[in-house]
């Protein structure tokens, strides 16, 4: 598995790394950069690699939907944090942190997705086979536009400094933030 990011193309972290323990965070941003506000994740990794000050332990990857099933799968991560556009109804712009750990996910139905499969597929799977979870944390943002195109919507630009400040407290701090530009 490898994940393209400009005109580099860097080995995914996920696949024989050796060096990821039980008490390292990955953040995992999804999305399509060519889809609009769907990129949202990937424009907050980016700022987030632009950190000078990341804590030690942090993963940052772009990925699909198969690295969001390996990273909860393999137990190499203590906590997992998603950073995705969703679509839960809100203004475009708004963000939410969502966190899934001790959910029953065998009735929930994913609403609208852009991935071949959804967290809420690879959460019921995960507990149909049993499988121990990391902590997971979701934050999506509201989009405006996910029709080809490769700029953020206005709303949805504003909204990455604010998330990307709030992941990167709860990195520092180890403990869960919120803001004022939440749903």
């Known amino acids: ?12 972290p996920l ?8 008490t390292d965070v990955l953040i995992l941003a999804l999305g399509n950069p060519l889809r609009g506000d769907d990129g949202v994740g990937l424009q907050v990794l980016e700022a987030l ?8 332990g942090i993963t940052l ?3 699909d939907e198969y690295d969001l099933m390996a990273a ?13 556009a969703a679509d839960f109804g809100g203004t475009p ?9 001790g959910i029953g996910y065998a009735g929930v139905k994913s609403r609208g997705t852009l991935h071949n499969i959804s967290i809420t597929e690879v959460l019921s ?30 709303p ?7 998330v990307c400040e709030t992941i990167f407290k709860e990195c520092l701090l180890n403990q869960p933030q919120s803001s004022g530009e939440r749903m």
Not at 2 to 7: L, N, T, Y
Not at 15 to 22: D, L, M, P, Q, R
Not at 73 to 82: F, H
Not at 129 to 137: C, D, G, M, Q
Request: hydrophobic share 40%; proline share 4%.
């Open 49 to 56: 690699k632009r950190c000078e000050d990341l804590p030690e």
């Open 125 to 154: 799977l995960s507990e149909a086979l049993k499988i121990t979870l990391p902590e997971i944390v979701v934050y999506g943002v509201q989009p405006l536009n996910v029709m080809w195109s490769p700029a953020l919507s206005e």
């Open 72 to 84: 909860l799968m393999t137990g190499k991560y203590r906590r997992v944090v998603i950073v995705d």
């Open 93 to 101: 712009g708004k963000w939410t942190r969502l966190t899934m750990n």
């Open 61 to 63: 990857l772009g990925g």
């Open 156 to 162: 949805v630009e504003k909204a990455v400094e604010k």
């Open 1 to 12: 598995m490898f994940e393209q990011v400009g005109m580099t193309t860097r080995q995914n």
């Open 15 to 22: 696949v024989n790394s050796g060096k990821a323990s039980a």
